[in-house]
């Protein structure tokens, strides 16, 4: 049964929020995808663009420098609904490339840090989490045109610029990225499967993977049964617990390291794309509802994993 998600708006009138960040004085940073910024979203529900980044800003996490580190798809092509639902339904036309920025959260100032991996150029970047030794785990969704699929992929990277290296390949749009809290696993979600993965983490970008029948390496974790969803991003709850925001029946699966359901927690729209946690006590879950631009606080029943980060509410 769909528990229901007790939240409160905290803004609204984003342009396809996604990505957010609890920062130590309240505020929440957020991508918007279709506006191209980076913006910091303030208790009161203000709203202050920090970073013009153009493309398509997916997802974002700050790192050890103190700066925003952020995952760039290079942008979709959009559709509204008469009510004002929006979602992505292309490639840009004026698409080049993804890739990794860095945003100086004072100056605003923006560096792409890659844009290749040898040699093959990044499709649409999505979803990161960094280590606790500075480097970051990165997916790459790929990118849809026509009747053709880039395949997606799992990197790895240093904040200096010196090494970006494939970790997995080929996936089917992997989309959110999280570490266990003893930093042992890497777990990726696929969105078109709706399908958790897992990996052991030997090295520096480097996994234990699978032999066949996974054809990237992974370990099967879960995928629902019981209708169509698809998977967006996640975050982890300090006891292991893998929250992934889920699309379609939007909402937020909850799911135990041994592949268990915990609970599902209903969104009231269907592109429930990202959460975050945040508060005194961790246990204030801040999701992006991003058909219809808004970022929601909710009250969690569990604490949830604090960040490799020097500015989040726990770093």
């Not at 609904?81 to 920025?101: L, M, V």
Request: glycine share 14%.
């Amino acid at each position: 049964m769909a528990l229901k998600l007790e939240e409160r708006e905290i803004t609204t009138g984003l342009r396809f929020p996604e990505g957010p960040i609890a920062l130590k004085d309240g505020s929440v940073l957020v991508v918007e995808i279709w506006g191209g910024t980076l913006t910091r979203v303030m208790p009161d529900g203000t709203k202050q663009v920090v970073g013009e980044l153009g493309g398509g800003p997916n997802g974002a996490a700050i790192g050890p420098d103190g700066k925003c580190y952020v995952c760039n798809n290079g942008g979709f092509e959009w559709t509204t609904a008469t009510d004002g639902f929006a979602r992505p339904i292309a490639r840009a036309k004026t698409y080049k490339s993804g890739s990794i920025q860095r945003v100086d959260l004072n100056t605003g100032a923006v560096e792409v840090l890659y844009t290749h991996c040898n040699g093959e150029t990044l499709k649409g970047p999505n979803d990161i989490v960094f280590d606790s030794k500075g480097g970051f785990w990165f997916t790459d969704y790929g990118k849809n045109y026509g009747r053709v699929m880039d395949r997606g992929a799992l990197f790895y990277a240093r904040t200096d610029g010196s090494l970006i290296k494939e970790a997995a390949f080929p996936m089917i749009t992997p989309n959110g990225v999280g570490l266990s809290p003893d930093e042992h696993t890497l777990y990726v979600a696929e969105s078109d499967t709706c399908r958790l993965w897992s990996f052991p983490i030997t090295g520096e970008g480097e996994l234990d993977k699978s032999p066949w029948p996974s054809p990237f390496g992974g370990t099967f974790v879960y995928a629902p049964a019981d209708r169509y969803k698809r998977f967006d991003s996640l975050a982890l709850e300090a006891n292991g617990n893998i929250c992934v925001a889920t699309l379609v029946h939007g909402g937020i699966s909850v799911i135990s390291p041994k592949g268990e359901l915990v609970e599902f927690y209903e969104a009231p729209e269907g592109y429930c794309t990202n959460i975050c946690f945040g508060g005194e006590d961790m246990r204030t879950a801040f999701i992006t509802m991003s058909g219809y631009g808004r970022l929601v606080a909710a009250k969690w029943p569990r604490p949830g994993l604090a960040l490799n980060d020097p500015l989040t509410a726990k770093g």
